[in-house]
């Protein structure tokens, strides 16, 4: 079994910062992909941050400059630091893992259970 299990969410006023951060567990063989989405409420999931194992990262253009993704691959953790939060940043935010549990397996994508970012105004 793969777990991802999230931490770090709450409640800001705009402006603020909150830290995101996951941590993959189970069988892992290689860990590739690692990132972060959100699904805000009647809107579909989108991509928020990914980034691979050589720390090469992709954003969604509404965070750049004020999102900052990290991994620690020995410690298989992913990290989403958000700076200057606005309420369109109000979301279930999940992690998520691309990853091989065998060196036969193919690799496949894997979820957490999401985290409740709140931002008012």
């Known amino acids: 079994q793969v777990q991802l299990v999230e931490s770090g969410g709450g409640s800001v006023q705009t402006g603020g910062s909150l830290r995101l951060s996951c941590t993959a567990s189970g069988s892992i063989y290689n860990l590739k992909l690692m990132g972060w989405y959100r699904q805000a409420p009647g809107k579909q999931r989108e991509m928020v941050a990914l980034?691979?194992?050589?720390?090469?990262?992709n954003y969604t253009d509404s965070v750049k400059g004020r999102f900052t993704i990290s991994r620690d691959n020995a410690k298989k953790s992913v990290y989403l630091q958000m700076n200057n939060l606005r309420p369109d940043d109000t979301a279930v935010y999940f992690c998520t893992a691309n990853l091989k549990r065998t060196a036969i397996n193919d690799a496949r994508d894997y979820w957490g259970q999401g985290t409740q970012v709140t931002v008012s105004s």
């Open positions: 980034i691979n194992r050589n720390q090469l990262a």
